[in-house]
Structure formats: C-alpha cells, structure tokens
C-alpha cells in the first residue's frame, strides 16, 4: 500500500471503531470488543453512515454485487475489509477516469 492508501484505511478504521461505539457494538469501557466476529462486521446502517449514504443504497450496493457481504438472520452483514476494498476501488475508478 501506498502512503494514500495507509492514510485512508488507518482514517476508516478510526471512523469504523467510532461507530461501533455508537452503536453500542465496541464497550465505552474497553478498547476492544467482546467478540472479534462483532468488530470486524458492520451492517447496512453502519456502513451507511460511513459512506455518507442511507442504508438502503448500501443494499442495492450489495445486491448488484459492489459490495461483498453476507445475509445473516435476514441482515447483510459487511466485512470491514470488503467495505475498505470497496472505498479503494471508488479512489481507483476516479483516479483512473483520468489516466
């Protein structure tokens, strides 16, 4: 990874952490959550919030296959990874409309 890309993912994964403890996932009291499974997927609502999008865009992400993700007792659920892999690809798409 380049600087730029070291610089996003360490800015995501802050912005990640600050929503679970919003959420109520990621304890005030602890610096990490009770279940590891738990931290490292969001879901829709989550995920929307970090995009800056509504909960139902991040669906139709899902569903046309943008976004890796797993349904889960009628929920998707996004992996941190896939929605980084997701932002990435958005910064190399613009980057390269250019080139």
Not at 18 to 44: F, H, W
């Amino acid at each position: 990874m380049d600087f730029y890309q070291d610089t996003i993912t360490t800015a995501l994964k802050e912005l990640i952490r600050e929503v679970l403890l919003e959420e109520g996932i990621l304890p005030l009291d602890r610096e990490e959550p009770c279940s590891k499974a738990m931290e490292a997927y969001l879901n829709t609502f989550q995920a929307g919030r970090i995009l800056k999008k509504s909960h139902k865009y991040v669906a139709k992400l899902i569903r046309i296959g943008k976004i890796a993700a797993k349904k889960i007792g009628g929920e998707w659920l996004i992996h941190q990874d896939d929605l980084n892999n997701f932002l990435m690809s958005k910064k190399t798409t613009k980057t390269n409309k250019y080139d």
